[in-house]
């Protein structure tokens, strides 16, 4: 079976914006043995939205439209596919009636165009939206003599991914051939791309019946397995071996090996540590903190800390003598290693972490350039820094500087 | 004229990669008057390649593809292209020359099928790769009796963007009628799209020479507005009328009318007032600080601030009475406004802001759900303070806390 994944909107059409959910159907499909043969993006534009239902509809089993749900005038995936099929609309009073109790919950009048969000192509099965007012659609039928699958799903990625992990797979499972496969994720922080191949592709290419592919974005690389077999269980050791000689080869590099973040890794091990965390962020801005908390249960382990921005603040949240400040810079492995641990102190934490640096694109000078950045993790024992000039802009300086404070926290704890 | 672009490649149907030089071409094109009305992702597949092929031809002016012209058997594109043109495919031996002294220059024996890289479609003009070794080609022909261009470009961004630009550019602007565009966007937080567009719509409906699309994401909602003319004065005109009536209309909902992101405009009116900022998050957990930051020059006017995630940090960077929490919660207007205004006397700032709710997934009770949020700003004079029940995930909670903090102070500011 091969699905085909469209995108629905104008707004995709320009320079500013591009669909990123068919990377995570295309994965969802794929572990269900699904591959997809087609992609593509068209505008709100009914002909054309007609004519490329058809043509989707003809050269593909499952056909997966995002987008145009709304209720709006441009929104018109509704009609267009239920035009293409030859299958009439019919608006369903339930979609309506919750519609209008959406609306009143959020004391907001509804406007009359939202109803046609209750709309729904004869045939179809409704994919209650939980995040948003536009439902789903499933429908299994006939086009040109062949049985067919078809989902509407809404284009928001916060309404998209749970429809269709909740409603979707399962249907979307009894209808596919049994296959069986497994996957694992190696995660490395702050390694280049080409020493982490150079080390691993010796390995994995004497696993041929394991597929890897590795991806490489600011400070992490990533090693993807992929194996099927006739059962879970050899499908599972397939990928289990390649990882294992992987992890002996990167050894502690390896902050994850089942897909989980750095933070998330963090946030583990300090929980097993019974360890809290502090932080003093100047040129990060609060993104450290930021990718702390986005962990659901990240209070149990994060105190919270400071944005020292001002030097004043340096002093006033995380007692760094002016002095210190005023003899080696603000940006100095001194003034790192005296925010954290001043910061730990302050909030009677377990570990602290200071952050200085030039984030860019100004503030440079030939001593201390755009990317200069020192990072110290304190404990109250044995205090670490590190300095690291880094390549890249002002938001790759600061996700660099923010993945090589958590991963200095990683290997205090393990 | 409308264009098409085609992106070839199985890797691109993978959930790790994706296009992203449709977004480069589509800005050129648009800066010629040329819209994209179609983008499609194939793989190496050649029937597929043949009918996604015949498809644009059938239905656009302008096919550009992407991708497919390498030396290894999986690169289609040319002969693809060829079969569904019924164009035959000659070798050029310019080009044979060009590789053997491309391999020999890099003392590398060339092997066989690098040849195939020389395959030129009848009738086209081959356009030299300065950065790799496969050529495009440009090709004007006819298609079911009408004229089309075709156009085929390497994949690699290196190579793809500087051939566009150096050997497309020009051939394309002789062929499409001149034509200026201008373009406005206008950004509103916190209005819902629907009613964004309901008040909206009979405006831009007077309008119809300005291309209008709302998009709407977490908090946020832009109206994009197009419009050609035979001047330049004429296109800007245009946009600009539409856009007064729609400021009007919106009257301060809308924070930008360039494109400037929210973060940006709270920083220039804080500028523009000689005013400071200080933030005390919890919930949001830096991700208010870190969006305020991620503007260059921020230090200008943002002073910094504390994480105060644990109760007793609320008392000890921002002054919050242990009684005020005990008495409230620490998810309460009066937490709220005591955060705010402590941080902005601690950090001697001209406005303070202050943020606490329950982000979840967890955390939540009857009287104080998940997604409850408290958002304080206070200036020493009239402190205000909201109460915002949201819907959605924890980022999405998180974020619509940080964009209804930045509003409120970019009102502040007005």
Known sequence: MIAEIIAIGSELLTPFRQDTNSLFLT??????GVQVA???????NRDHLVSVTRIALSRSDIV??????????????????????????????????????????????????????????????????????APGQWL???????????????GPPVELKPMFVEQCLDRLRVKVPQQFIATRVLKIALMPESECDARCAPIYKEHNAVQTTILAGAGDV????????DTMEEAQQLVDDLAEELEDELDDRVYSTKGESLEQIVGYYLQMRGATLAVAESCTGGLLSERITSVPGSSRYFLGGAIVYANDLKTSFSDVPPMLIAEHGAVSKEVALALAEGIRKRCNATLGVGVTGIAGPTGGTPEKPVGLVYIAVADGKKPEVVERKLPGDRDRIRFYASQQALDMVRRKMI
């Not at 299994?140 to 799903?153: H, N, P, S």
């Not at 990533?222 to 077999?229: D, G, I, M």
């Open 38 to 44: 087609f992609k593509g993006v068209v505008g709100d």
């Open 140 to 154: 299994e039928g006939e086009y040109e003599g062949k049985q067919k699958i078809v989902i509407l799903l809404p």
């Open 27 to 32: 994965e969802r499909l794929n572990e269900l």
């Open 64 to 133: 997966i439209f995002m987008g145009g749900l709304g209720p709006t005038e441009d929104d018109l995936t509704r009609e267009a596919v239920a035009e293409a099929m030859r299958l009439p609309l019919k608006r369903n009073p339930d979609i309506v009636a919750d519609l209008y109790a959406r609306f009143a919950a959020r004391r907001i009048k509804m406007t009359e165009n939202n109803v046609k969000q209750a709309d729904v192509i004869t045939g179809a099965a409704v994919l209650k939206n939980n995040n948003g007012s």
């Open 222 to 229: 990533q090693l993807h397995l992929k194996a099927s077999a």
